[in-house]
């Protein structure tokens, strides 16, 4: 493999070692489009740079020095020569990686470059403001020289010649390095080069590779490219265009351009743009030469297209296209159209929905009638659809996780991820719609609005003014990411709906897809809300959940504090009650689909008062004393609760307790199938660790029904399983098959006892290891396929030897992780369970699992 390649030389080598920008160069020239010429230093390039101890090897300079040759021959141009070949020096990844790493402009000026190119051009100032703005961007990509001191330079040189500006930045560059600007194009090629490889590594590329889970391997590619100048003449200019709105998802042209600019003023939101639409006036031919080309890129890459586009003179030049990101609502609406346009087929438009962005489509909307309330506070351009609320933070460094809070900045930078990663909203000043605050917004799923130019921000950064108005840094606002709008105060949110054309793409999901999708619901709302979003059950009933709701927290804590077993029983009757009625409303809302219902599963110390105003109204209601509470609360308390006296282990304690509940399940399922309704009952025992206890639980709970049958004269179907989620159990898989009609991986305890890491603890220090490479993704997000997926896989493999056909099923939280999806649809698993706004995340995650199997 060789380290450069000409683009015409690339024909047939994937992005992973051109870089995503390298390779859809090489596409757009084999396809005949107008790209400047260029080569592309490759990602094995990147890597064997690293490997040589940061540093280009001999071999390396010669293979650039080699390839700049070809490119001069190529360009009909050369450097230091009587037509000047000039260059950009680009990064490209291999996945998108927007403002993260570094760019070169104007590469090969130096004096007499200058000199030839005022010749050629007959216009100075234009050639000495590519010139000033070259040494400004590499003093800071290749030394590290901030660009505010070459503003300064600038500032205080407005009387001075262009010539006298130039020998100050070069004063400022030798200050600042302790070196000699470098007058010669190859040493400028080679020290670009090197400072795009190391970008690789800075803060705020790490940081966006560990936000979007990407690949520290990977390396990324260098493109060196042919200039063409936007800000040449009146007739020229630049601009970033989608082919369709990536935050709606029409089907016409998005974008905005600047005449007489370089790309680099569009895309940093240093100036605000024209829409393009305004370009049908001012340059109609090129506009549509532009939009054909945009149209015939859209169908080849069967994917809507970001491209950035230089005009030169009159002469339109196409300089990047690539997968286009897009608000997750368009997502959808533009996977649905492309199909119906027959540009794509259904399987091309599942996979191309981002599932970690499908819960930003439920995040909905403001309430109508609470906007009238609020002061209306100004305008800006819709950057990123969405709406946010929260205090108003001026600094990312001011932004503490887990505070809701809208970023306010004059334009945001790569610096600003972080911040940017743990804010709801990003406001800006400056920019427009693919300026960098709204791409990575964008690409996050968070609501942005841009280019709101009636904000100013005191220097202080403890307030800003907007329309008069003046606003504290802390003080609530609320922003709307489809419109622009910004108000003073919290506005309600709407939850979203399910649109027509995501109903139409679930169904088209439901096609594919081999796993059957349930929901853990604990209450008939849940239920309403899973149902509508295409689940197909309930995968977990986590009972104790309807123990805390007021009215029944009180006879939990009674039948908890009970002494005697008769007592015990009182306050089981009440609760058989209550647990009834929930059972029957969920099991009418289910109209016959499965409910597979977890007996108490908590430590008793959960549901006891943690006030001394509760403990009074216990004491009273029991007709106790205070201190007798107290004592009762300090006899339950465990030194490590989770792993103490729970699940399965309060029923070989107090066996009542899973009696009643059995009991509550069956009597209401009876009921509602003499009410006309019918039933798939599951049963589920938490947290066993042996065949003897769960035999012993089995016995107990069989004999509790056929009570009940006896009492009713009237039977149903129901399965009794047990929950798979310590090591243990998953190690005597087959024992417990004997017994067992099912297995439900609770991954959220497998997790915590396979790693022995505290579920609730682990935020103190798991975003470390994921930092230091340590943990790519944290195990309770991601299932941990080399570790507790090798208990799954045993567990499974153990329990099928005794019934193949045994039932096997997820309802830990990585039921609604796609990664984790995609494991349990290869694992071949029956059925996954997640929280009702997250069935359609799992729908859609099941589908293209499915459709990647069936492509390998």
Not at 140 to 148: D, L
Not at 309 to 314: H, M, N, Q
Request: aromatic share 8%; with cysteine; charged share 30%.
């Amino acid at each position: 493999m060789k380290n450069i390649y000409l683009f015409n030389e690339g024909y047939g080598l994937e992005k992973m070692i051109l870089g995503g920008k390298g390779a859809n160069l090489v596409e757009m020239k084999k396809i005949g489009l107008p790209i400047p010429n260029g080569l592309i230093a490759t990602t094995t390039a990147c890597k064997n740079y690293f490997k040589n101890g940061n540093a280009l090897s001999e071999s390396m300079v010669e293979d650039i020095k080699e390839g700049v040759k070809k490119l001069e021959i190529e360009t009909g141009k050369r450097f230091e020569g009587e037509n000047p070949l000039l260059v950009s020096v680009r990064s490209g990844a291999p996945v998108s990686m927007p403002g993260m790493m570094d760019t070169i402009l104007n590469l090969g000026l130096n004096d007499k470059t200058v000199e030839k190119l005022i010749e050629k051009t007959k216009n100075e100032k234009f050639v000495y403001e590519i010139y000033l703005r070259f040494i400004e961007m590499f003093a800071e990509i290749v030394k590290g020289v901030s660009r505010e001191k070459f503003a300064k330079v600038k500032e205080y040189s407005k009387e001075k010649s262009y010539q006298e500006i130039v020998e100050a930045f070069k004063g400022l560059y030798w200050i600042e390095t302790g070196e000699f600007f470098p007058e010669n194009p190859e040493e400028q090629i080679l020290m670009a080069v090197e400072s795009i490889f190391k970008s690789w590594n800075n803060e705020r590329a790490k940081i966006y590779r560990q936000l979007n889970n990407i690949d520290e391997s990977m390396g990324t590619a260098v493109v060196i490219q042919e200039m063409v100048f936007g800000n040449f003449n009146e007739l020229s200019g630049t601009g970033v265009a989608f082919t369709r709105n990536p935050s709606t998802g029409e089907n016409e042209l998005f974008g905005e351009y600047l005449l007489e600019a370089q790309g680099e003023d569009i895309v940093a939101g240093i100036r605000t743009p024209y829409s393009i639409e305004t370009m049908k006036n001012q340059l109609p031919n090129i506009y549509e030469e532009f939009s054909n080309i945009a149209k015939s890129l859209e169908k080849h890459y069967g994917d809507m297209q970001d491209i950035e586009f230089t005009i030169e003179d009159g002469k339109l030049f196409i300089l990047q296209t690539r997968n286009g990101k897009r608000s997750p609502n368009a997502s959808v609406k533009i996977a649905v159209d492309m199909v119906k346009e027959e540009i794509i087929s259904k399987e091309k438009a599942i996979l191309m929905v981002d599932t970690e962005l499908l819960p930003q489509v439920f995040n909905g909307t403001f309430e109508d009638s609470d906007i009238a309330g609020k002061k209306f506070l100004g305008k800006g351009l819709p950057g990123s659809a969405g709406v946010a609320v929260g205090k108003v933070v001026l600094s990312t460094d001011r932004i503490k996780e887990g505070e809701s809070v809208i970023l306010v900045r004059v334009e945001t930078s790569p610096e600003d991820i972080k911040g940017m990663s743990l804010a709801k909203g990003i406001v800006t000043v400056k920019g427009g719609a693919t300026s960098h605050g709204a791409v990575v917004a964008r690409g996050m799923g968070k609501c942005c609005v841009t280019g709101c130019e009636d904000i100013k921000i005191d220097p202080s950064e403890e307030f800003f003014t907007i329309n008069g108005e003046k606003i504290q840094e802390g003080d609530i606002i609320s922003i709307n990411g489809y419109n622009g709008d910004i108000y003073k105060g919290a506005i309600k949110l709407k939850m979203g709906e399910l649109g027509e054309e995501l109903k139409e793409f679930l169904e088209w999901c439901k096609e594919f897809k081999t796993l059957e999708i349930r929901m853990n619901a604990d209450t008939p709302t849940d239920v309403i809300v899973g149902k509508k979003f295409g689940a197909e059950g309930i995968g977990l009933c986590r009972t104790e959940h309807m123990f805390f709701e007021d009215e029944k927290i009180w006879s939990v804590r009674e039948m908890i504090i009970a002494s005697t077993k008769e007592d015990r029983d009182k306050a089981l009757e009440k609760l058989l009650e209550l647990q009834k009625i929930d059972f029957k409303k969920m099991l009418h809302k289910l109209d016959g689909l499965p409910m597979n219902v977890r007996l108490l599963d908590p430590p008793f110390h959960e549901f006891l008062p943690k006030t001394d105003r509760d403990i009074q109204k216990l004491a009273t209601l029991l007709d106790k004393a205070p201190r007798d509470i107290e004592n009762r609360i300090k006899e339950l308390k465990e030194e490590n609760p989770m792993l103490g006296h729970r699940g399965c282990r309060l029923a070989i304690t107090f066996p009542e307790i899973y009696e009643m509940q059995a009991r509550a399940i069956i009597e209401s399922a009876i009921e509602c199938k003499g009410e006309g309704g019918s039933c798939e009952i599951e049963i589920m025992i938490p947290f066993i660790g042996g065949i003897s206890e769960f035999k012993y639980i089995k016995e107990s709970i069989l004999k509790e029904i056929e009570k009940v049958f006896e009492e009713k004269k009237e039977s149903i179907d129901y399965k009794l399983g047990t929950m798979m989620e310590l090591p243990r159990a998953c190690l005597i898989a087959n024992e417990i098959a004997e017994e067992s009609a099912f297995f439900s991986f609770g991954t959220n305890d497998l997790t915590q006892t396979t790693y022995g890491i505290s579920r609730d603890d682990s935020i103190k220090f798991i975003d470390h290891y994921k930092a230091k490479n340590i943990m790519k993704r944290d195990p309770f997000q991601s299932i941990d396929t080399r570790g507790v997926g090798k208990l799954i896989v045993l567990a499974k493999e153990l329990g099928q030897s005794v019934k193949p056909n045994i039932k096997i099923g997820v309802c830990g939280e990585h039921g609604g992780d796609p990664k984790s999806i995609e494991y349990f649809n290869e694992l071949g698993f029956n059925y996954v369970s997640c929280s009702p706004f997250r069935v359609p995340i799992a729908i859609v995650a099941s589908a293209q699992s499915a459709i990647l199997k069936r492509m390998s």
